[in-house]
């Protein structure tokens, strides 16, 4: 009885004290910018048992005299949650009768960090000193951490409007080919989104929803170990703060080049809404060619295709992900997306047969025509556990994917129309996964991190072609199942941090087609392989100064092959050559390591260095041969491959108003197969430069260079293209951006091979001209922390006399 007379005393005392506008407060709604939130959980300091219904007020610090703004009583098992809070110095007060009472003094900063986790506060009978937490955000261009580079992408103005291809363009060490694929120090990397894979390409990802990208060249144990080429890490745009806020955005351009976005996030505590959709089109005209010539010409020396086709691709995409806190340790996510879109191509080619004297033997025009959809779901569940510790948390999560895609791509006689050449059909790919990260600071300068994933991944394509063979499938499966463990400790000695990991995992593969069966197991029935199914990670890093830092590391991984890689069903690229896969290919295995160097100097300048070496056995790579009168491109396996080099990232701020980033990667390649090995030295190059005028005005030019490479059969020759884009801002909120993409219209993939000595194979590809566009980008919002609460409307006489909790 004595217990629930105190609670009711509490209640109305607490209730009554709340009820009363503070003094110096302001009256009415709740001001703008009054989004903060404090939350955590009241226990008694030796027991640990949570501490009921007590008092947690909130005091402004603006002034000499403490003024309440807020409060509220701690939930049965002791969670508290305080919205509403300004983004300044506030004083939280905890007190309950027979508990000595507490102060706390807080600091919450904009712009991300507007929400504070106060951890287990512990209230006991003796003294409490009074404990400052502070929250800062502050953005730098590049950051360094153990075991990844981040890179805030947010004032790219190229990539307004555009695809996630539009950011890593500019992205130090990362270069993007002519299909749209990135690669990270010319090896072919992997791409995620919010640190978990995705099955959407560059072109598919809006450029507005990025936020940073994170380089990971050499990703710890923590990461799959197929992620030979490191991972491009996409960190989407999140809403942190109270209230609705979003952007609209729409541009148009050249070429066809259309483009629009709107994105709503609503959050209150309990629950966080994210609605975004997306829609884009690319287009462009593209010339190009591919030519052979012959070294015993009978009598045909020379045969020449030159092709001029019209690129059309359209995507749409829509998201929608929904967030519940069921308390204050405790949130589950649930996100679907879907998208689909279409890749249409309308040409034709020009197509020439000579002799050795170039008299023309044969002429002919060919249509080129191709109708290429393509669907992808994805569902997403998240439960995530955060615990009073700073920095420990559980996080449980599964993903589901689906894709399908109809192809028909056909190559007429433009005299009769009659089919040439023909690939129709299409495919569907499933893939699920479980993920469990557990992660415990043990102390300031020590973490422990497990956790274990099991990954499922189903495809079937069934293609019908002509000409035809008896020896092409036409139905090709595959099965792929990879469950792994993995465990990382971290901490420091002697002023040396360190990361030590191991990963095992347990992969299997079965592809089934009419003509050839493949399957493998690393580690077998017999254990046998079962060295190749552990990967250690290990990183050192060391502080040389206040500002410099130098940093180790090492780690093994294994590439196994793609899908395309050994799909055995051929793909007709022009009457001359086809593309088929290899189901016989060997996962290839890889040893990593990088030394760098981190040199902070001035205010916001950087200079970073990373010396790299890439050792692998049985690397997987493209190889062209004869067969038939066909030149076939498919893959093999070679005996070695070794890679080293040089890269250099450097962010200069000139001037307050004036910066340049550049970048350097020089690297040295050897390749060694069974009949011949090469080697050559390459080089990779970017400059940025960025300008603050006048008037909100922002002026962005950008160029990049990648020379002559050597490759097993030929060499690669130099590709180099330029970008401008200028940004005048309104109202500080809205922006209208200008951009032209490839200046000088120099963008394009050049190749010369030689095929069994009896082919000069010279080709060009061009996948994106010269183009003009124009971006506008407007933001809304309202940061209101009692969106979705009922608010008393204020009696006649009583304007501005209340004061929302």
């Known amino acids: 009885m004595k217990n629930v007379f105190t609670l009711l005393l509490i209640s109305v005392t607490t209730t009554a004290v709340f009820a009363q506008p503070p003094s110096g407060a302001p009256r009415g709604n709740m001001r703008m910018g009054s989004i903060g939130r404090v939350y955590g959980k009241l226990v008694e300091a030796q027991s640990k048992e949570p501490v009921a219904y007590a008092s947690v007020a909130i005091y402004s610090m603006a002034t000499k005299k403490d003024s309440l703004i807020g409060g509220a009583l701690t939930q049965e098992n002791g969670d508290f949650s305080i919205e509403g809070l300004p983004l300044a110095r506030v004083k939280v007060r905890f007190s309950f009768m027979g508990f000595k009472q507490k102060d706390q003094l807080v600091i919450l900063m904009p712009p991300d960090n507007v929400e504070l986790d106060m951890g287990n506060v512990a209230m006991e009978s003796t003294a409490q000193s009074l404990k400052e937490v502070t929250v800062k955000a502050e953005k730098s261009t590049m950051q360094m951490n153990i075991d990844r580079k981040v890179v805030n992408v947010d004032k790219n103005l190229m990539a307004a409007g555009g695809t996630a291809e539009d950011v890593l363009k500019n992205v130090p060490s990362v270069t993007v080919d002519m299909e749209g694929k990135p690669s990270l120090r010319n090896a072919e990397t992997t791409v995620y989104m919010d640190g978990r894979p995705t099955a959407m390409t560059l072109n598919q990802i809006p450029a507005d929803q990025i936020d940073q990208v994170e380089i990971i060249t050499n990703p710890s144990a923590k990461f799959d170990a197929n992620l030979t080429g490191g991972i491009l890490n996409l960190v989407m745009k999140k809403n942190k703060k109270p209230g609705y806020n979003g952007m609209v955005n729409v541009g148009v351009g050249t070429s066809g080049q259309r483009n629009a976005m709107v994105n709503l996030n609503i959050k209150q505590n309990p629950i966080g809404i994210s609605l975004m959709y997306n829609a884009n089109r690319r287009g462009s005209m593209n010339k190009g060619y591919n030519n052979f010539q012959y070294a015993n010409p009978n009598p045909e020396k020379y045969f020449l295709q030159q092709n001029a086709n019209d690129f059309s691709n359209t995507h749409q995409m829509g998201r929608i992900g929904l967030d519940y806190s069921l308390n204050n340790r405790n949130t589950f996510s649930i996100a679907q997306m879907a998208g689909g879109g279409n890749f249409n191509v309308i040409g034709e080619r020009v197509v020439q047969k000579l002799d050795a004297n170039q008299n023309v033997l044969n002429k002919a025009l060919h249509k080129v025509e191709a109708e290429n959809q393509f669907r992808h779901y994805t ?93 092409w499938s036409r139905d090709f499966k595959m099965y792929d199942m990879i469950n792994a463990l993995y465990i990382n400790y971290s901490s420091r000695y002697h002023g040396i941090g360190y990361q030590g990991g191991l990963r095992f995992e347990h992969s299997f593969f079965e592809s089934k087609s009419a003509q050839y069966d493949t399957m493998y197991s690393y580690p077998n029935a017999s254990g046998k392989y079962f060295l190749k199914s552990l990967f250690p990670s290990l990183y050192l890093n060391h502080k040389l100064n206040d500002q410099d830092e130098i940093q180790l590391n090492f780690s093994r991984k294994i590439r196994r092959a793609q899908h395309m890689e050994v799909m055995r069903i051929p793909m007709m690229a022009d009457q001359k050559s086809y593309r088929i896969g290899n189901p016989n290919l060997r996962p290839e295995l ?76 020089v690297f040295k390649l050897k390749l060694v197969t069974d009949t011949k090995s090469v080697d050559g030295w390459a080089h990779n190059s970017k400059a940025n430069f960025n300008w603050k005028l006048p008037k909100d005005i922002t002026v962005q030019l950008s160029g990049n260079y990648e020379s002559e490479r050597v490759l097993l059969q030929g060499l690669m020759l130099p590709n180099y293209f330029a970008d401008f884009a200028i940004k005048k801002t309104f109202f500080k909120v809205a922006s209208l951006t200008f951009s032209v993409s490839d200046i000088f219209d120099t963008r394009r993939m050049i190749q010369h091979l030689n095929i069994d000595d009896r082919y000069l194979q010279m080709s060009l590809n061009r996948r994106d001209v010269r183009f003009f566009k124009v971006n506008f980008s407007m933001p809304f919002g309202k940061p209101d922390a009692s969106i979705f609460k009922n608010r008393k409307r204020p009696q006649q006489g009583q304007q501005g006399q209340e004061m929302d909790f």
Do not use: C, M
């Open 379 to 471: 569902t997403s569940l998240t439960w995530k556990r955060t615990y009073p510790k700073k920095g420990q948390e559980l996080v449980v999560d599964g993903q589901y994917q689906y894709s399908k895609n109809d192809n028909k791509n056909y190559v007429l006689n433009a005299d009769n129309n009659d089919t040439l050449q023909k690939n129709q059909g299409g495919g569907a790919g499933r893939h699920g996964q479980i993920q469990l990260d557990y992660t415990n600071p043990l102390s300031d300068s020590s973490k422990l991190e497990f956790g274990a994933k099991s990954f499922v991944r189903e495809a079937d394509n069934t293609i019908d072609r002509f000409p035809s063979d008896a020896n």
């Open 590 to 665: 890889i040893s990593l390591t990088e030394l760098n160097y981190n040199h902070p100097f001035g205010e916001g300048s950087n200079w970073l260095a990373s010396l790299y070496g890439r050792f692998v056995e049985d690397p997987i790579i493209p190889y062209a041969t004869q067969t038939g009168g066909f030149i076939v491109n498919s893959f093999k396996n070679a005996d070695l491959r070794t890679e080293f080099g040089l890269d250099n990232s450097l962010r200069y701020i000139i001037h307050k108003n004036f910066d340049v980033s550049l970048s350097l990667n």
